[in-house]
Structures are given as structure tokens and as C-alpha cells.
């Protein structure tokens, strides 16, 4: 699982913290996957994150070996 975290300065008490769980590549299992919907979310909130009105992490999960607290 990799995590990414994007949160330009901002501290954590003010703004809401939002982790976003997409699917990895099939190539690695690390980097962000090919999936529409998941890039829908992250281009929304990473936006958000840009403004500065949340706290984005972005955590991959590699679908052929998936965590068991993820099932």
C-alpha cells in the first residue's frame, strides 16, 4: 500500500482530514491505478486540497493483494 498525503500547509485542526482509498496499478501495485471513478474522486478533492479547505491522503490498494483490514 502506498500513501500519499497532500496538505499544503495547512494545519490539521481547522480543516477536515479525508483519506481517499483508490485502486493501484496492475503494473506495480504502488502507483495510482486506471480507474475513472477513482480519478473522478481524487481530481475533486485534490482540488479541494489545493484551496485548502481539507487534508487529502491518498492510500492505494493493490486489488490482487488486498489488506485484510480492507475486505
Not at 485502486?23 to 473522478?40: H, N, V, Y
Not at 485534490?46 to 492510500?59: F, N, R
Amino acid at each position: 500500500m502506498a500513501e500519499e498525503s497532500v496538505s499544503n500547509g495547512a494545519s490539521n485542526g481547522d480543516v477536515p482530514e479525508i483519506e481517499l482509498i483508490i485502486k493501484a496499478s496492475t503494473i506495480d501495485g504502488r502507483r495510482k491505478g486506471a480507474c475513472l471513478f477513482c480519478q473522478e474522486y481524487f481530481m475533486d478533492l485534490y482540488l479541494l486540497a489545493e484551496l485548502k479547505t481539507i487534508s487529502l491522503k491518498v492510500t492505494t490498494v493493490d486489488m490482487q493483494k488486498p489488506p485484510p483490514d480492507f475486505r
